[in-house]
Structure formats: structure tokens, C-alpha cells
């Protein structure tokens, strides 16, 4: 059983930053892919980025420069460093990760972005 907490939401003004976190149970963040996904109101969940094993990520076009996904291992914590945010940022962000083909996902944080 893996276990995912998301924290670090929160409502902020365009432009602001914010940064998330996903504390796992175990060792999973170092040996598995590790994503942020969000979903917005009235729309599908979609992928924000991901990091893997060997430290290659993947941003979403709409937040590549301004996104950065990064994890501390001895902590067990994936982060997502959110600057430049932008009213369409608003959503409620997962954290997610696969393991013997069983897909876990985090209780999701609400980030909104407003003036």
C-alpha cells in the first residue's frame, strides 16, 4: 500500500508562487515515476509533469518555464515549485505514482489563483 499527501495549496494573487508537496510512504519517490496531475472545475484531470527514476522530466506546455518538479529522496517528498501562476492554474493538484501496477493517488491540494 502506498500512501501520497499533498500539501502547500492555497489561494494566491497572478504572479505569486506557491509550492507543493507529496509525502510517500516508503522509498517510492526514489525508485518510481513520480507526477503531479490537476483538475479544474468542470474539466478532466491532466498531467502537469512527472520525474523519473533517472531524473527526467516532463512539463505540460502550459506550464514549461514556469513549473518545476523535483524530489528529496531521504525525505520521501516530490515538490512542485509553481511560479508565475496564472488564473487557468487554478485547480485542485494530485500527486501520483504506479507501483506493481496499481495506480495511487494523493487526496489533492486546492490551488487557486486570484485577484
Known amino acids: 500500500q502506498v500512501q501520497l499527501v499533498e500539501s502547500g495549496g492555497g489561494l494566491v494573487q497572478p504572479g505569486e508562487s506557491l509550492r507543493l508537496s507529496c509525502a510517500a510512504s516508503g522509498t517510492i519517490v526514489s525508485a518510481n515515476i513520480m507526477a503531479w496531475y490537476r483538475q479544474a472545475p468542470g474539466k478532466e484531470r491532466v498531467l502537469v509533469a512527472y520525474?523519473?527514476?533517472?531524473?527526467?522530466?516532463n512539463y505540460a506546455d502550459s506550464v514549461k518555464g514556469r513549473f518545476t518538479i523535483s524530489r528529496d529522496n531521504a525525505k520521501n517528498t516530490v515538490y512542485l515549485q509553481m511560479n508565475t501562476l496564472k488564473p487557468e492554474d487554478t485547480a485542485v493538484y494530485y500527486c501520483?505514482?504506479?507501483?506493481?501496477?496499481?495506480?495511487?493517488w494523493g487526496q489533492g491540494t486546492q490551488v487557486t489563483v486570484s485577484s
Open positions: 501520483t505514482t504506479q507501483k506493481a501496477g496499481v495506480r495511487y
Open positions: 520525474l523519473t527514476s533517472i531524473d527526467t522530466t
